[in-house]
């Protein structure tokens, strides 16, 4: 009898240890699919990121520079925004861009580092921009026709032509302006001379296309 359930255990221990074998041989082969569905993923993102780039910088605003850190990372990169009419003149301000693998069925991730007092952007960086959003209200969501170009563009208008108080992010801001205009205005200027004054110096894109050279 003994013998009959050693030799139960032995074969149940056997089992379990081919079912787990199997199931890290399967886990590892699934690993490996990932990574290279991720690498693909990338390269074709990468090779958008090329010719959008070269359109990027050259149509950028006047308003606007871009800075590669890593000319070899094309999917991150700085945008500052130096506004030259309405209530954010004078002032710059900093967003990062991070464009995932999946682009360019999905947007970038675009945050603003730099603290400002606006309705469409609050103070913890977060932007409400149509395009940059999966899926819109309005319609004028994020869609795979839509470039780096428009993500720049768009944010460049935040400060001016797509200036929204109606559907704002940040609505204690929004509130401030629809019944205090004049203080609105004194706290944008505040908040730039705090934490986006623009300094007196010669700008240039260092971008992409600087590093070519």
Known sequence: ???KLDFIKISIMITLSKLKKEAEERKGKNSHNDSLISRRRASVRDRLLVKEIQEMELTLPATCRVNFENPNELHKFDLNVSPDEGYWQGGKFHFTIDIPEDYNMVPPIVKCLTRLWHPNINEGGEICLSLLRQNSIDGMGWAPT???KDVVWGLNSLFTDLLNFDDPLNNEAAEH????KDGFKLKVKDYIQRYAK?????????GYLDSLY
């Open 177 to 180: 302006y629809q019944t205090d």
């Open 198 to 206: 623009r300094i007196n110096e010669t700008c240039y894109s260092a």
């Open 146 to 148: 839509r470039t780096l």
């Open 1 to 3: 009898m003994d013998y």
